[in-house]
């Protein structure tokens, strides 16, 4: 679930009554935005399950004398925060934003979420393509596991992957 949240204020058309011949000015934009939302593993957000009520540590570096869990009960509603400026620059509108918000340590930190996000968005309608998958030769499953999967594991940190994995054995499948 989540809730998000732009205010868009196009500087140039508020600071003056006529266009200009530069698209890059007529468009530049300050951007305002936040966001609210959860997501969980487990029967519900505050279940133990949750992968944010949880946090492994390792005792002894890579010797790996032990492993310590912490019951951290964090509040499962996160959120973040940030400005940004967009305009249009060659016919493209390009986008910067700077966010702040809370991590859980699954996913690595160096991320572009927003290019992350639409590349989920091509590889779903990709593989939607029955042209390209028939769904009498390529099942959901057989997708899922075999490209969705793949791509999770290579955006997960470690302790991700291992939450990853947890989640493949409950719908382990033969494809």
Not at 38 to 43: E, I, L, P
Not at 71 to 95: A, D, H, Q, T, W
Not at 142 to 158: A, D, E, N, Q
Request: hydrophobic share 40%; charged share 20%; net charge neutral.
């Amino acid at each position: 679930m989540l809730l998000s949240s732009e205010i868009r204020w196009p500087i140039a058309s508020f600071l003056f009554s006529r266009p200009f011949s530069s698209d890059f000015i007529n468009h530049f934009q300050l951007n305002f935005f936040g966001d609210l939302g959860t997501a969980w593993s487990g029967s519900n957000p505050f279940s133990e399950q949750n992968s944010l009520n949880t946090n492994e540590l390792t005792i002894g570096g890579e010797a790996r004398t032990g492993e310590i869990t912490l019951r951290l009960n964090k509040e499962p509603i996160i959120g973040g925060y940030g400005v940004g400026v967009r305009s249009s620059l060659l016919g493209y509108f390009i986008r910067i934003d700077w966010a702040w918000g809370i991590e859980d340590g699954i996913f690595q930190e160096d991320m572009d979420i927003e290019v992350v996000g639409k590349k989920v968005l091509v590889l779903l309608k990709l593989l939607k393509d029955n042209s390209l998958f028939p769904i009498s030769k390529y099942s959901k499953e057989r997708l899922t596991f075999g490209t969705l999967v793949p791509y999770l594991r290579g955006l997960c940190t470690p302790k991700g992957v291992r939450l990853l994995a947890k989640q493949e054995e409950l719908f382990k499948i033969s494809i």
